[in-house]
């Protein structure tokens, strides 16, 4: 096990001060950057960074004790908990460096500084703004599943959908948004399992927190058209390039997840710069490259991304009751806030039969925890 003052010698002397040039070596080189102040006291700042347009968010240790002890705590529980072959770039480099008795010191290193960074990517303003709460939260997900076991669970028939739609939990990558992920499919009369998009979500003892809803890999094979043909039929509207499966995703994450308070968490800051620092060194190595068109097209990128994410849930508000915006991004932080009332009613047909569905299962069952 890691010694408690390694990790915060190795933060503290290696990756803050790599932070300030936007690049942690990591025996591979992660962008992160960020500006450091403990007790309001400014103690890094990044100067003279080769990037153009990078957000550079500010690291606020109000409370310097209690930060360190919930990242020491945070960075042994991630080791534990992710699976070993995501850690093992450690292992090349005892055939990438001479072996001696300092290489086991830099294998060490680069751990912590991986799992730091991983951490760091995944993380919002307002978490650089409040990283106890941040660390806190990113520790209890470790412990705190949407659903108990490791099987499948069937909700049940969708009649609108003609679908019986079947869900389960794992272990998500390290480098993933959220410590689990929700894999869903629908079941149809003629057996296709129509792949719908994860969900990247965190529990906490207060609240859930949604980080993405991500593609999945089509079945090249089968054309889903039809199956998407069905699943308009429950009243699931497309807009702006959204196919109608992420709006049933939509809803089934806010069924499953109605019993305590919703963040949306929208933009995150360092996966944005670390986009920004790749364009960069693209443009680097091939002059007919414009950084500019680039900059500008990853913009548009990541707006169109972004819109497309908040407008499943305000799509969903406008045709329910009793689904409320508490805040919404930069009105208070940066995340939408959901509060998700037990007599929600949607002119979506769909949308009220998956509540039915995970109520019946929360009620008859110990998967679903209140």
């Known amino acids: 096990m890691i010694d408690d003052q390694r990790i915060l010698e190795v933060f503290y002397t290696k990756l803050v001060p790599e932070a300030q040039q936007g690049r942690i070596d990591c025996y591979f080189i992660m962008n992160i950057v960020f500006n450091l102040t403990i007790n309001n006291i400014q103690i890094t700042k990044c100067k003279n960074l080769p990037y153009d347009g990078i957000l550079v968010p ?12 919930k990242l020491v705590e945070y960075v042994k529980k991630a080791i534990e908990f992710y699976n070993p072959k995501d850690f093992a770039f450690i292992s090349d480099i005892n055939t990438s460096i001479e072996v001696s008795k300092d290489t086991e010191v830099l294998k060490e290193e680069c751990l912590i500084k991986y799992v730091i960074s991983t951490l760091l990517a995944n993380a919002s303003f307002s978490d650089f703004d409040y990283p106890i709460n941040f660390l806190q939260s990113r520790i209890e997900m470790f412990d705190n599943k949407i659903i108990e076991g490791d099987d499948e669970l069937d909700l049940g028939h969708i009649d609108s959908i003609r679908a019986r739609i079947i869900v389960s939990e794992e272990v998500s990558p390290i480098k993933s948004e959220t410590p689990w992920r929700l894999k869903t499919y629908l079941e149809f009369i003629d057996g296709h399992q129509l792949l719908l998009p994860e969900i990247y979500v965190g529990k906490t003892n207060n609240k859930y927190q949604l980080y993405g809803i991500q593609k999945t890999t089509k079945n090249s094979e089968v054309d889903e058209k039809p199956y998407l043909k069905q699943i308009r039929k429950g009243f699931i509207a497309k807009i702006n390039g959204a196919p109608e499966h992420y709006f049933l995703t939509a809803m089934l994450f806010l069924a499953l997840c109605s019993d305590k308070e919703i963040e949306i968490i929208p933009f995150l800051v360092e996966r944005w710069n670390a986009k920004r620092i790749a364009l960069f060194n693209k443009s680097k190595k091939n002059v007919d490259l414009s950084l500019e068109d680039l900059k500008a097209n990853q913009e548009r990128l990541q707006t169109n991304i972004t819109d ?14 009793g689904l409320d915006f508490k805040m919404v991004p930069f009105e208070g932080d940066s995340n939408l806030h959901i509060q998700v009332n037990q007599d929600i009613e949607s002119r979506s047909v769909a949308f009220n039969e998956i509540f039915k569905l995970v109520n019946k299962e929360r009620d008859n069952s110990n998967n679903l925890g209140r």
């Open 58 to 69: 500010t690291l606020k240790i109000t409370d310097k004790k209690l930060f360190d002890e």
């Open 308 to 321: 497309a994410f908040i407008r499943y849930f305000t799509k969903l508000e406008d045709v329910s009751n």
